[in-house]
């Protein structure tokens, strides 16, 4: 199985391939999975918060959060969620986010690990661009599934660009 690292703002992707073909194949097909895995801060749910106007209290207030029968405060959904989208995008640059289900199954709370996960369940030519059905979800600490939905988008391409790492961040 080849994996590849690399290292982004507050973040880090994995790609996993299903095939066993050369490391130069960077095609993608059916079963393959991208992942990204990222730590959610307070400052990520803050500046959520300021561009969609959710000031829900589970967001911001820990004794609130408790008294509805959380352990603290809530990273928002929709802002664990966005991994997806930058999952296909940095992997396929023009890609085309047509549609997204999302089942969220469990709380993400700050400082909680996070892993996205999209993975290709069928790819279908149309013209010159590719039509692909996507598993997504998000697991948190090692494993525990917190949001699973699908996804479908259109990609210009099968080929998959490699994640350059941005300043200030290390590439392993």
């Given amino acids: 199985m080849f994996v590849k690292n690399s290292f982004l703002i507050k973040g880090s992707f994995l790609r996993y391939f299903s095939s066993s073909s050369s490391s130069s194949s960077s095609v993608l097909k059916i079963g393959d999975v991208l992942r990204q895995r990222r730590t959610f801060s307070d400052e990520d749910v803050s500046e959520y918060s300021k561009v969609s106007h959710d000031v829900n209290p ?7 959060a408790r008294a509805a029968g959380f352990e603290d405060r809530l990273v928002h959904g929709l802002l664990v969620a966005s991994l997806f989208p930058r999952i296909i995008s940095s992997h396929f640059p023009g890609a085309i986010y047509v549609s997204q289900s999302l089942h969220f199954r469990s709380p993400i709370y700050i400082g909680d690990e ?13 013209k010159k661009r590719y039509i692909a059905k996507l598993s997504t979800k998000c697991f948190k600490n090692g494993g525990l599934l917190v949001i699973d939905g699908e996804a479908m988008a259109i990609l210009p391409t099968l080929a998959m660009e490699q994640v350059n790492a941005y300043a200030g961040t290390e590439l392993h």
Avoid: M, N, R, Y
């Fill in 58 to 64: 589970l967001h911001f207030d820990s004794e609130s």
């Fill in 114 to 126: 996070t892993v996205g996960e999209v993975e290709a369940i069928s790819i279908k030519q149309s």
